[in-house]
């Protein structure tokens, strides 16, 4: 039976995720080390529809405190993470990308270590298609990168 499960939640994991035609793509997520407080999740959001949309927030359970970040150079040249309470555009027909050293999901004050195949929960909130849940896959062997380009399901 646990081998049924385990191939189940395999098979869910990649699998196309859809909330009135927005798609997730290679979604992963990580942490530095068993011991850190923060994580990031990574993802691309395909809009296939005829209209604008807007990434406004998300939430976990897996952290106290989940943000959209980005990396931003200041005038000495220097990058830093900032928090971007407007949330990220999703151009009709176009996608985000979020990657390591741009755009990604933070998680602060993790509330469990992120482990290797452990399934992360995220929900991601558009400001005309609303809320979409997704269970991202933790990779801490992936490299900068490295793609796997699956598509993940929602839990609508």
Not at 77 to 103: D, K, Y
Request: hydrophobic share 45%.
């Amino acid at each position: 039976m646990f081998t049924r499960i385990t191939l189940f939640a395999a098979l869910f994991a990649a699998a196309p995720a859809f909330a009135q035609d927005i798609t997730i793509v290679d979604a992963y997520a990580r942490s530095a080390s068993p011991a850190a407080k923060t994580g990031a999740a990574f993802l691309v959001i395909e809009n296939h529809t005829d209209h604008d949309d807007r990434l406004i927030g998300v939430a976990s359970p897996a952290a106290k405190m989940v943000q959209l970040h980005t990396h931003k150079e200041n005038a000495d040249g220097v990058m830093s993470m900032v928090h971007v309470e407007e949330g990220f555009a999703l151009p009709e027909g176009g996608a985000i990308t979020m990657q390591r050293g741009g755009e990604h999901v933070m998680f602060m004050g993790l509330t469990g270590p992120f482990e290797q195949g452990a399934m992360i929960p995220l929900t991601l909130t558009f400001e005309k298609a609303g809320e979409m849940e997704i269970e991202v896959p933790v990779d801490l062997e992936r490299k900068p990168g490295q793609g796997h380009m699956q598509k993940q399901e929602t839990s609508d």
